[in-house]
């Protein structure tokens, strides 16, 4: 596990983007086209502004890339409370993205149940043969996508790829959630953690502390933790 460390928000989104240009720039050159899976949250939504508009996201082809979610609330395709909406406002309106790559978890408006929309999203997950990085915002309780500590039924390491939440501890109280063995099928997980609140996540992540969500998902060639001093406790 490696730590990257910045003195504040704006610095590390755009730390984040630059490592993520890197990542999809190498995959690109060998002719292949990378998988990224996108998250919420507050360091979500300032990675996701800075690779909209950092100028060294010119050089990547954004139609060539192919994007997944963490988790996703279960709320009407148009509600501003889904993380898809945070994505097409500060990145998709920025990149020329091909639609057929974004790859979006199902609405409560789809006309599918929620475990339907979880079911259909296991097989997008897994018809995928390579995930290159995985954001992952972490709360101040530990949670990554919607994996929260002390849900067992949402911990398990012979999990499908995508699972249906229902009394999330956060509203709203439905969502989609990739599971453990999906995220840690990232060659690089990235976790996200950043303002004194979440000093006590980055302390359990650092201590590998057991049960605890963010401390299990790791990346198959590397795991970082992208967090600032506050987080740090510094």
């Avoid at 996701?48 to 709320?75: K, N, Q, S």
């Amino acid at each position: 596990m490696r730590v990257h460390t910045a003195e504040d928000r704006n610095r590390l989104a755009n730390d984040i983007a630059e490592s993520c240009f890197e990542v999809l720039a190498a995959r690109q050159d060998l002719g292949e086209i990378p998988c990224i899976v996108l998250t919420g949250g507050g360091m979500g939504e300032a990675s996701l502004r800075a690779m909209g508009t950092h100028p060294d996201g010119d050089r990547i082809a954004w139609d060539r890339v192919r994007f997944l979610w963490g988790d996703e609330r279960w709320v009407p395709a148009r509600s501003s409370d889904r993380n898809d909406r945070l994505a097409d406002e500060l990145l998709f309106a920025h990149r020329d993205v091909d639609a057929a790559l974004v790859h979006r978890i199902g609405s409560s408006d789809s006309g599918r149940s929620l475990d339907d929309a979880a079911r259909a999203y296991a097989e997008v997950v897994d018809g995928i043969d390579r995930i290159d990085v995985v954001l992952c915002g972490v709360g101040p309780d530990g949670h990554v996508a919607s994996l929260f500590p002390g849900r067992e039924d949402l911990l398990g390491t012979e999990a499908p790829a995508a699972l249906p939440v229902r009394n999330s501890p956060k509203p709203p109280p439905e969502r989609v959630t990739l599971s453990i063995p999906a995220l840690q099928r990232g060659e690089s997980v990235w976790l996200l953690a950043t303002g004194a609140e979440k000093a006590p996540a980055v302390r359990g992540i650092l201590s590998a502390e057991q049960g605890l969500p963010a401390a299990i998902v790791e990346g198959r060639a590397e795991t970082v933790v992208w967090t600032d001093r506050l987080a740090l406790g510094a």
